[in-house]
């Protein structure tokens, strides 16, 4: 087991990406707080899991609702040392013209703010016990944007300045922070970020701008999550790992 007794906190893991990271981390021995808007879908994923799991309903962009997050950790499993922002939000692929202002200021909470809540809570507990891994979950838009998803690109690009601006200054206490960059994914926002209707030949289309012929699966996204913050990557701190099949060649 790879991170055995290692505590995490997984943001968004009542599904997609967050939940195949959750349940892949207890599989590898890792105790996980799953964290979730949806509180019914992170107990869903707790239950699932079992013991080595506890489900809280967190809004990330909530200074208090993180609080609460990272007090949790403590408090069921006696520590932390892994945090993974994983929550995200996006519009729907289109013109850049036609996101109204809520939904831009969304946008930019869940994908950047969140970082520095749970920066703000979650970096004090790495430390007391002796330093941890931070991932922040952005996307291959953040390095090769594309029309349609102006403003979500650019806020994952702003979580990839973030990662490397941590790294650099947690590193002294011993937290690595790097990124995740995946491709598009059979999550719920699939057609979110397709912008057209989930159909075989819209598919078809999108798959053509991926070498590798095909999404993106959760178990992609865990499986790079889970090396990044075991010892096999004690030396690796902001980078920006691109998990998708080629698409940003």
């Not at 893991?13 to 996980?32: N, P, T, Y």
């Not at 609460?68 to 994983?86: C, H, P, Q, S, V």
Request: hydrophobic share 45%.
């Amino acid at each position: 087991m790879r991170i055995k007794n290692k505590v995490a906190i997984i943001t968004g893991a009542g599904s997609g990406f967050g939940e195949g990271i959750a349940k892949r981390f207890a599989a590898e021995g890792a105790k996980v707080v799953v964290a979730d808007i949806n509180g019914t879908a992170a107990k869903r994923v707790a239950d699932e899991i079992g013991a080595a799991a506890v489900a809280i309903t967190t809004d990330v962009t909530s200074k208090p609702d993180v609080a609460a997050m990272i007090a949790l950790a403590e408090e069921k499993f006696g520590r932390l040392d892994i945090l993974i922002n994983n929550a995200g939000f996006t519009s729907r692929n289109g013109s850049m013209f036609d996101v109204d202002e809520d939904t831009y200021d969304r946008i930019f909470a869940v994908n950047t703010k969140a970082i520095y809540l749970a920066a703000l809570a979650g970096v004090p507990v790495l430390r007391k016990y002796g330093g941890g891994t931070i991932i922040n979950i952005a996307s291959i838009g953040a390095l090769r944007p594309r029309p349609g998803l102006v403003w979500y690109n650019g806020s994952k690009g702003a979580a990839l300045n973030l990662t490397k601006g941590m790294a650099v200054e947690l590193a002294p206490d011993n937290i690595r922070v790097n990124a995740i960059c995946p491709v598009l994914a059979e999550t719920g926002l699939t057609e979110h970020f397709m912008g057209v209707e989930d159909t075989p030949e819209n598919r078809k289309a999108f798959l053509a701008t991926i070498p590798l012929g095909r999404l993106g699966r959760p178990s992609d996204v865990a499986g790079a999550a889970l090396y990044l913050c075991s010892d096999d990557a004690e030396f690796i701190t902001g980078v920006s790992l691109e998990v998708d099949g080629g698409r940003g060649v």
